[in-house]
């Protein structure tokens, strides 16, 4: 392996999968180094990070925030910045190579976007990104050295399936899914669960906004959106199956019919590690995967009659344009609806689907096109729901 360390800026480090990524790196001190850590508000938390890792720079998004990070550090050579041009920039660095994207939400389109035109490997994790820009993306990467990685544990599952293999030869990508924690509700049950209901996921700890999503299956709409980006393969040949014991990530069906899957704890270190050490395997000091304590793993169909945001993101790859852009920021405004009380989890679904028909699809939208259409969905969707009862 390359002797020189592996120089990695983590933007959102002071959430799930930047902690996550941050114990990696103290896993292999040799190989890796935290150059720059970001975060949107958890100040302390930053500063407390940048004491252990020793970063070059820190970012915090609030611009607020910046005296105060200034003053935890006052004793330390690191440079400190804040707002979102700040995170931008911070990604073209010459002493960083790896860009881990983890913060949440369309925040991600931006730097990751600066990251590709400065040939940075990027590590993604977050979705939202290809969610909403992914055409504009794909053709970037076109144009520059940067390659991604994926982290997301399913399509870190289909990258390694492919892996020595014809990617033309690929029949079909199988998504699994948990399913979340409404898999076995009726949808008249569905009609009354809450936040708290659906902020408890049965087999993965992580951030607020994907727990949710993960209950209203838009994170595995999402992901298979994410799919198509990744791994050029259209809608139809991507299969969504509900797997609640989470231990098949993902999968690749081949033209000669076998299935290629990977299995593993559901334990985001896992893929963050094969990311970050690609294409090497790192030997993990973690409990591995014991299939003799499962038992029996299990396959269905999802329901996308009791989960609509499921065939919402299908008819949004289908529809192309900036409809996955629109969809992604209507479901922003009704996630955080819901974590306020301001709207029902079973309500969510139909205010996404009002402002998907409230607002016209653009063709191969540059980046001020998605930036303009990403506000005026989101301004779209708040109005929607002051006025109507969702
Ligand atoms: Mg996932």
Redesign the pocket.
Known sequence: MNTEKRKIAILGSTGSIGTQTLDIIAEYPDLFEATVLTARTQVDALAAQARKFRPHMVVIAQPELESRLRALLRDLPIEVASGPEAIERCVTREDIDTVVTAMVGYSGLAPTLRAIDHDKLIALANKETLVVGGELIERKLRESRSHIIPV???HSAIFQCLEGEDSRLAHKIILTASGGPFRTLSKEQLNEVTVEDALRHPNWSMGAKVTIDSASMM?KGF?MIEAHWLFGCPSGQIEVVVHPQSIVHSMVQFKDGSIKAQLGVPDMHLPIRYALGYPQRLPSTQPYLQLKQYGKLTFEAPDMEKFPLLRMAFEAIDAGGTAPCILNAANEIAVAALLEKRIQFAGMPGLVAATLDAIPITAKPDYETLIAVNAEARAKASALLSSLQF
Do not use: L, Q, V
Request: proline letters at 0%; charged letters at 60%.
């Open positions: 997301d544990s399913e994170n992901e």
